[in-house]
């Protein structure tokens, strides 16, 4: 199999270049149509592996052979050899986070405008009293609101909210 690599961080491309090598691929220096082309932009190539600096990207990406740069040799491979009969692949680890979305996306679903809200302020890194000023409520409500918040989403504290929420509520920007 033919493999034209086109990645900008010289290191990784590098790096993907052996792997193929040891791994019996052909590296060749100018895109031709049977070549598989591996590259961190999305190129308009029948045959590609798309690398992805984030999650997110790769994500709302259209790519059909997905990856991140904490790709496995065994998933490149696998990546590498789908994207020859033109299959669909995603790695492991991005699979994973796309599954964690969508729930996270369906938990969101359940909550009502005012727990929304307090999402995005907390996410804004307002304290309780600053919420309770801008939405007109006491620091004392503010703190209930967030403790029903916590069960509903099963997080423990603000830092958890971020992390879960922080990529949904800024997917549309």
Do not use: W
């Amino acid at each position: 199999m033919k493999v034209y690599v086109q990645i900008k961080e010289e290191l990784l491309k590098k790096g993907i270049e052996q792997t193929c090598i040891e791994n019996s691929f052909e590296i060749v220096e100018t895109l031709t149509e049977d070549a598989i082309l591996i590259s961190d932009k999305i190129i308009d190539h029948k045959k590609q592996v798309t690398i992805f600096e984030d999650y997110r990207q790769a994500f709302l990406s259209t790519a059909t052979v997905k990856l991140c740069r904490n790709v496995t040799v065994g998933e490149l491979i696998k990546a590498i050899r789908e994207a020859n009969i033109g299959g669909k692949y995603i790695q492991k680890a991005l699979e994973d986070s796309f599954i964690e979305f969508n729930q996270t996306k369906v938990e969101m679903g359940m909550l009502n405008a005012r727990e929304n809200i307090l999402i995005s302020k907390i996410i804004e890194g307002m304290s309780n009293r600053e919420i309770g000023k801008a939405l007109y409520l006491s620091e004392k409500t503010v703190k209930n609101n967030l403790t029903e918040l916590y069960k509903k989403l099963n997080v423990k504290n603000r830092r958890e909210i971020i992390k879960k929420c922080k990529f949904l509520l800024t997917e549309n920007r």
